[in-house]
């Protein structure tokens, strides 16, 4: 009887043929004998993450093989962000992903990272708390140069435009309503005073004198984007019966997906999301949460971001670096579940996410498995699931568990 599940993500894992590659994928090309054993005792096929010709983001891909349907719960990147960086967000809250930048006294952006810098707490607690017009804004800092940003009160919309232009040089563009409701107007109106007044307070901070004595670029302010509306939602332990779950992830974005579904979040020394990332320390968590979860989500990102760089060869080898590791999944008893799988595509030839369908495989004691012998696009392509969609996923994770509820008598 299968008890528990492991959901294991490597992020735009699917891709296309390169032709250096004697035209296969760089998941194809990779010598992969862990995952490729795997595959051989598992049911497999592919995935359209949010249906076909739909070219998914990570957080809305995410939320889909979650069972959560987007038009219901995505309302923007903002909620995710700030769940991720530990605020408790309440329905109606509008959320925002923030980075702490440079601008000079007309406010035209210098830097969008304020020299990369590393750390924000102390300019994330000097904005945290400030009230305008009875709204609260809660600040908490993210990875690097990051935040999250919720604002909390009544007669709050999420339908306002970016200060953040995206680009140095551009000066920072005074927020807007995006619809003429009241809401929408008065959250635009607050916006703009919070950020005179929070450039105001982090221009004249002590660090930031600090910083101009060393060089440094000054980090005197937080451009807003991703404005969400905290939707109501379930738990996903809820919604989908399970007694505990868990996330295991380096990036914000990924711990913020489990933190918005109500996961627990384990953190590993060494998993910051980049390819020097603690491989080997998330599959070992991995194994010891399920002693006391019943579902983990584990996620590795490097994957995406060498695509992301166009770098195929990357791509590869960094497949071949997590193969090394998959055998730590032996030590999972009879009682478990894993799927392996990906979001979405990220194709190395367009540097971007793409709409290809994604490799999936359920390994379980007893599937009906295909006995495809290698972990890959063409080769899943053939199996028994045929093509699903991200929505499909949840479901069939419940039938194997033979959790499924009876349709008719
Ligand atoms: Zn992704």
């Not at 992969?32 to 998914?56: A, H, I, V, W």
């Not at 830097?111 to 924000?120: C, L, P, Y």
């Not at 982090?202 to 991703?226: H, I, P, S, V």
């Not at 019966?241 to 979040?265: H, Q, R, S, T, W």
């Amino acid at each position: 009887m299968i008890k528990k599940a492991l959901v294991f993500i490597m992020d735009g894992l699917g891709d296309r043929p390169i032709q250096e590659f004697y035209n296969k994928t760089p998941l194809e090309y990779a010598n992969t004998p862990n995952f490729d054993k795997l595959c051989k005792e598992s049911q497999c096929g592919l995935m359209y993450t949010l249906g076909r010709g739909k070219r998914p983001g990570s957080d809305t891909a995410h939320l889909s093989i979650f069972g959560y349907p987007i038009d219901e719960y995505y309302t923007g990147r903002g909620p995710i962000e700030a769940a991720g960086v530990g605020i408790k967000l309440e329905e109606g809250d509008v959320a925002f992903r923030g980075n702490f930048g440079t601008v000079d006294d007309e406010w035209k952006v210098i830097d969008r990272r304020a020299g990369r810098i590393k750390d924000v707490t102390i300019f994330a607690n000097a904005l945290d708390g400030i009230e305008i017009d009875g709204i609260k804004f809660i600040v908490k800092p993210g990875s690097a140069y990051r935040a999250g940003v919720v604002m909390r009160g009544k007669g709050l919309s999420s339908n306002v435009s970016n200060a953040d232009s995206h680009n140095a040089g551009d000066s920072v563009r005074e927020v807007v309503a995006l619809d003429d409701t009241k809401e929408a107007n008065f959250t635009a109106q607050v916006l703009n005073k919070f950020m005179k007044k929070s450039y105001d307070i982090l221009n004249n901070l002590d660090e930031n004198k600090n910083r101009e004595a060393n060089g440094e670029l000054k980090d005197n302010f937080l451009l807003l984007r991703g404005a969400g509306v905290y939707p109501k939602l379930p738990k996903f332990t809820e919604k989908w019966g399970f007694e505990k779950a868990c996330c295991i992830a380096g990036g914000g974005l990924y711990k913020g997906v489990g933190a918005f579904l109500g996961m627990d979040l384990i953190n590993v020394p060494g998993a910051n999301a980049q390819v020097d990332t603690n491989i080997e320390g998330k599959f070992n968590a991995a194994v010891e949460a399920l002693k006391k979860y019943d579902f983990v989500f584990l996620h590795i990102k490097p994957t995406d971001s060498l695509a992301e760089d166009g770098n195929a060869q990357g791509k590869k080898e960094f497949i071949e670096k997590i193969d090394k590791y998959v055998s730590i999944l032996n030590k999972l008893d009879d009682e478990t579940l894993i799927v392996v799988t990906a979001d979405h595509s990220t194709a190395c030839e367009l540097k971007a996410h793409s709409a290809d369908a994604v490799p999936i495989l359920f390994h379980a004691k007893g599937i009906r498995n295909d006995n495809i012998t290698e972990f890959g696009e063409r080769s899943c392509s053939k199996g028994s699931l045929g093509i699903i969609e991200g929505k499909d996923v949840m479901p069939n994770i419940l039938n194997i568990m033979g959790k499924l509820p009876l349709i008719g008598a």
